[in-house]
């Protein structure tokens, strides 16, 4: 059973658009919730993490939105460029630090 | 030099088989992880060890050992292979003093006939 549900599996935007990704969870005792970025042929690599005392956090074109009560996060890529295209996830990890990955979402930025 | 690296890059075995799967990491880290993913699953954890002496079992450990050969190595084997084992496989470390933060070498795609 998956512990950390993401939404959509996929999406298709314009160059210039924003792309959301969603992700839900139940375990309250998360604390770190990171976002990977996966190229074709590369493992994954960390893009932006937030901690839950915080609501927003931001990092050039990516921001994460944080919602404890609603136990979601989101990334949100802020005028998406070709080069964005490619496969992420969320995750989340208490203090084992065991990450406990989504599915994965394939962006795809069209030009 | 990528500071995680895996070996093979790319393997072909046959059911029954015995494999190994190598990470080497030059970050000096502390704490190694074997992942693999599937289509549609995300990344899942098989194994973790936070030091030379310390393993623990993921959630899907069963079919699969590993070795911490030193702080720097650490290996993922099957001990007979089955089809259900192609997956890509990936090693990750972190460091202690840093965080959780998780650092992922290149993977190996594993196919099991």
């Known amino acids: 059973q998956q512990q950390v549900k993401q939404s959509p599996q996929s999406l298709i935007v314009q160059k210039g658009g924003i792309s959301i990704i969603n992700c839900a969870y139940e375990n309250t005792a998360f604390d770190y919730f990171p976002w990977y970025q996966q190229f074709p042929g590369k493992g994954p690599a960390l893009l932006i993490a937030i901690r839950p005392d915080v609501s927003e956090k931001k990092e050039g074109r990516f921001t994460i939105s944080f919602n404890k009560s609603a136990k979601q996060f989101s990334l949100h890529i802020m005028d998406s460029q070709p080069g964005d295209s490619a496969t992420y996830f969320c995750?989340?990890?208490?203090?084992?630090?065991?990450?406990?990955f989504g599915a994965g979402t394939t962006v795809t930025v069209r030009a | 030099d990528a500071d995680v690296t895996q070996t093979p890059r790319n393997r072909i075995t046959k059911t029954g088989k015995r494999i190994m799967l190598e990470c080497s990491q030059t970050?000096?880290?502390?704490?190694m992880y074997w992942y693999r993913q599937d289509p549609g699953l995300g990344l899942r954890l098989i194994y973790y060890?936070?030091?030379?002496?310390?393993?623990n079992k993921g959630e899907i450990s069963d079919g699969y050992s590993v070795s911490r050969q030193a702080q720097a190595k650490f290996s993922l084997s099957l001990e007979s292979a089955i089809p259900n084992q192609t997956a890509l496989y990936f090693c990750?470390?972190?460091?202690?003093?840093?965080?959780?933060?998780?650092?992922f070498g290149p993977g190996t795609r594993l196919t099991v006939l």
């Open positions: 060890s936070f030091d030379v002496k310390d393993i």
């Open positions: 990750a470390t972190s460091d202690r003093d840093r965080g959780q933060a998780q650092y």
């Open positions: 970050k000096g880290h502390d704490r």
């Open positions: 995750a989340a990890t208490a203090n084992d630090y065991k990450l406990s």
